[in-house]
C-alpha cells in the first residue's frame, strides 16, 4: 500500500498535537506501533512525527523503541 508523503503544515499540526499528548499524561511512553494507533496516523507520517520530536530534544527512544520524554527515560 502507497502512503502519501506527509505536508509539512501536517507534520506541524500533528507535533503540536502529540506534545499536547505527551504533556497530558505525564510518564506516557508509547511505541512506534502504539502511536500510529493512537493518532491514527499512516507509517510515514507517524515516523516524520516522531522522527522530529527525537530531534527536537522533546521525546528520546530507549533501549526497548518506546518514546518518551527524556525526563521519563
Not at 508523503?5 to 507535533?15: L, Q, T, Y
Not at 512506534?32 to 522522527?51: N, S
Not at 522530529?52 to 525526563?71: A, E, F, M, N, W
Request: hydrophobic letters at 40%.
Amino acid at each position: 500500500m502507497a502512503y502519501a508523503v506527509p505536508r509539512k503544515s501536517d507534520i506541524d499540526a500533528m507535533v503540536a498535537t502529540v506534545r499536547r499528548e505527551f504533556d497530558e499524561m505525564p510518564g506516557l511512553t508509547l511505541t512506534v506501533d502504539q502511536a500510529r494507533r493512537l493518532w491514527a496516523l499512516e507509517p510515514r507520517m507517524c515516523g516524520a512525527v516522531l522522527e522530529r520530536l527525537v530531534q527536537s530534544g522533546y521525546l528520546c527512544q530507549t533501549d526497548t523503541g518506546h518514546y518518551v520524554k527524556p525526563s521519563a527515560a
